[in-house]
């Protein structure tokens, strides 16, 4: 962040971290109890008993203050990609973290599919992209059994595998479809059934499709 200027980089002390994150949960606290639109730099001085000028020196407006909460949120589903996770630890903390925080990701989601720089939003992308084409182009041996007739490797046998756009699907099913489950088809459910059923299912699907050695490669 800047200065009021947009010039001089900040100044940190040191309790800015400690501040910072005090500020964030509070400001996370505060979207998901009330909504995004009810979140202001003046309330989260208010909320937090910090001075407002401290608040404004953190986030310098409210848009400020917004974009550090989906920055925090992007951090927290990129745990779910991380490369030292098991597969199904990665889809028990995404799944979980998108269902017990419903207005954070509804503010995500939004910044997620407008237009512009996806690395922006995730910046991990090219890492996910990078190394998952890797573990592709290595071709296990428990995925050899779906090697085209030419002998590229992919996921279903039929074809080679557009790494983006599996990316993708991997993450927009793991983003938002726990989401429209909990919403749309099992309100009742309680959300440590859904994350049991969603980690239960995704494992069941890479495997079918012969990526999951492929995935747990990525270790």
């Not at 039929?158 to 989401?179: M, N, S």
Request: aromatic share 8%; with cysteine.
């Amino acid at each position: 962040m800047t200065e009021p200027d947009g010039n001089l980089p900040k100044r940190r002390n040191r309790n800015y971290d400690d501040t910072h994150r005090v500020l964030i949960g509070k400001a996370v606290e505060l979207i998901s109890e009330s909504g995004a639109d009810a979140v202001s730099v003046s309330a989260l001085a208010r909320a937090t008993r910090i001075n407002r000028s401290t608040v404004y020196y953190h986030f310098d407006s409210r848009e400020a203050l917004i974009a550090a909460v989906r920055q925090w949120s992007s951090a927290e589903l990129a745990k779910g990609v991380s490369l030292g996770m098991a597969s199904a630890a990665r889809i028990d903390h995404i799944t979980s973290f998108v269902l017990r925080n419903p207005e954070i990701i509804k503010l995500w989601i939004d910044d997620f599919i407008a237009t512009g720089d996806i690395r922006e939003r995730f910046p991990q992308w090219d890492t996910l992209v990078a190394r998952l084409g890797e573990a592709f182009a290595k071709a296990p041996a428990d995925a050899a059994a779906n090697s085209a007739p030419d002998g590229t490797l992919n996921a279903a046998g039929d074809g080679e595998c557009d790494v983006e756009v599996y990316c993708l699907l991997l993450l927009t099913g793991a983003f938002i479809a726990p989401r429209v489950f909990k919403n749309s088809v099992k309100p009742g459910e309680s959300l440590e059934r859904i994350i049991q059923r969603f980690t239960r299912e995704q494992q069941r699907i890479l495997r079918r499709d012969g990526v999951l050695p492929i995935w747990n490669a990525i270790n």
